[in-house]
């Protein structure tokens, strides 16, 4: 695999002669500690004496009226201390996010199965689980709604439709040459974080309340155990050093077990720790979201679009959580790299009794690309064209036919170089030329290859969280210390957010140290989440820096007899006309002479706007593009398939650490194989999710990953003022293996000579694929 460590050359930079602390592969901040295992996750935080451990007992029914609750042989069980339901929550049974419509504890009414009922609390981790299963609970079942399909015919939804049109598209598809209809499913995805959810819960003096929580969102959980308990937020801490994975997962729905620890901890009055095993937590938390779309399109005979119109429902799952953020993300990703002249989209986010489906990775952004690409690559078939060729007919132009269906103008395009690079190193068109020779004379083994593009639009689209906060420590040794208000979770947030403060003091990375995400330290934050970290954050540090490196330099100024302007950060040392100290030495003077070495730091992110009523604005700061190129090879009577080579090329900007990136490029792309083609989540007759387990949930393991995976970084610098002139890279690149599933389905195709559409649904499970197999020799007996 590629490694890029040429520096770049910085226009911003302070040490113009320096070595740059930023542009260079850097291992992850904490890498020898994740290898050692001497990382401190919040289970490895050493428990204080009198620690309890709960655990909840949950639903067995999908809908239902809660008749009565025995709770007595749980409380009789060994080792339990207390048992808890919604009667003991003092102030607000609540942790929804942005609705309040999500129960912390079950009361009344149960609206999926795995919904929490009760907290046991007891002396071992073991104790609690085992008494958990011990609770009775009458029932009154209530009719459940489980399906998207479902909530939709009963025009039950979270929330109110969602309406983006432009241009008259019927009338468009109407006049149209071609027209192609069809409908898509699009299955969920578990977050599967390798650590799972967890709190930690300890009261302080005095009304007060410490939560260690592995979460994306601190500030949000301390909202919600203040909410729970009716007290200030000045009142609770939040502390996360790091997360095993969070992957959206941890973005909002880390809140029902910190309030749940905090819970317990504040009625019992000590330190009590929540943590669910694997099953528990993917019965009680929500997922991505899966979508159905029905569309109709019109085009010309090359594939052109001229109207679009899709009908996009999501299983919300019970209740809203972030189903309508995920929802406007969908469909302000429905064009992905296109120019849809006339389009009309309707979102409906459907209620079922399932689990509260959440953020994950893309947000909406991959469901709503995918159902364009799947379109697309419909298209191509019916004109007999290559589905790539097809694809690049439709792309966003620049100057022209580049503004989106939400109104915000794609100035920043670099997709077509991209792609043109990409089908060169990828050697696209004589690989193709191969597939197809190997096809025609294979008929049970059959090889796919395909082409897709990714645009993705870096921002929240809640406007206000574009936010951030850092607080910037130099000591008096010239040793720094760091906080922000983003979270560590893998992605490499820390090292980046350390080379930038590295970068602005014009000091090696090793005198800069990150320290855990705190409530106390850093106020209102935004969640860890839409790819934005290191752009908000990595700003927010930047300023703090900037300001203490600006005192240093009058410092220094004051002392060489120079102007400021004259004095230099860089290489460990600081240059001020005769003067040549190094950095901690003059750190220390610093001190003495009693200048503030230490400052907070603030970003908000300019340009941005967006009316939700009308879906239109400006929600993205900037774009960032990507490409890959996939090549299967499917046993079409087993079902059975590999990715042979993948080659992907993926914008990061002028990247803060390729070697970071590229990880991030690599992860997200297995990790949106897995999404597309073998991870299944299925839920029975009854609505009980039976994939609970990896036992019977498959993600993707290293056997999986291509023996030649071609990950390289585009060239590029952001257009926009972002951080040293990086892009976010945490979730664009989820969408690149979308060049696997229509790898597949390029695959199925060839059993009917490429005349046929496969009926493929995503995930690509092996049974889908020998469905989609199936259906395309049928077809092609009929019409013999
Ligand atoms: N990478 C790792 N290793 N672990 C994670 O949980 N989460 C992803 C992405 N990459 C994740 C990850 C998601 S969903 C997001 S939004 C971003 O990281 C968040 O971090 P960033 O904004 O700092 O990129
Ligand atoms: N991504 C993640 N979380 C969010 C977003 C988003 O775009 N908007 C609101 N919360
Ligand atoms: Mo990422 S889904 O925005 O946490």
Known sequence: MNKQTEPFLLDESVATEAAPQVGISRPHESAHLHVAGTATYTDDIPELAGTLHAALGMSARAHARIRSISLDKVRAARGVVAVLTADDIP?????????????????EVVQFIGQPVFLVVASSHDAARRAARLGEIE??????????EAAHAAGSYVLPPMHLTRGEPAARIGAAAHRDSGHIRL??????????????????ENDGMHVWCSTQHPTEM??????MLGWHVHQVQVECRRMGGGFGGK????????CCAALAAWKLLCPVKLRPDRDDDMMITGKRHDFVFDYQAGHDAEGRLEGVQVEMVSRAGFSADLSGPVMTRAICHFDNAYWLPDVQIDGYCGKTNTQSNTAFRGFGGPQGAFAIEYILDNV???VGRDAFDVRRANLYGKGERNVTPYGQTVEDNVIHELLDELEASSEYRARRAATRAFNAASPVLKKGIAITPVKFGISFNVAHFNQAGALVHVYNDGSVLVNHGGTEMGQGLNTKVAMVVAHELGIRLERVRCSATDTSKVANTSATAASTGADLNGKAAQDAARQIRERLAAFAARKAGVDVSEVRFGDDLVVAGELRQPFDELAREAYVARVQLWSDGFYTTPKLHWDQSKLQGRPFYYFAYGAACSEVLVDTLTGEWRLLRADVLHDAGRSLNPALDIGQVEGAFIQGMGWLTTEELWWNQNGKLMTHAPSTYKIPTVNDCPETFNVRLFQNRNVEDSIHRSKAVGEPPLLLPFSVFFAIRDAVAALGDYRINPPLTAPATGEAILDAADAVREAVAAQE
């Not at 029932?139 to 998207?148: A, C, F, G, N, T």
């Not at 299955?187 to 302080?204: D, H, M, R």
């Not at 301390?222 to 909410?227: G, N, R």
Request: proline fraction near 10%; aromatic fraction near 8%.
């Open 139 to 148: 029932y009154e079942d209530l009719p459940p709604v489980l399906s998207p």
């Open 380 to 382: 191509a078939r019916a």
């Open 222 to 227: 301390q909202h919600a155990v203040a909410h």
């Open 91 to 107: 102030a607000v049974n609540d942790c929804g996010p942005i609705i309040h419509d999500d129960p912390i504890l079950a009361r």
């Open 251 to 258: 973005e909002s729905q880390s809140a029902l077990f910190a």
């Open 187 to 204: 299955g969920g995805q578990e977050q599967f974080y390798l650590e799972g959810q967890i709190s930690y819960a300890v009261p302080k």
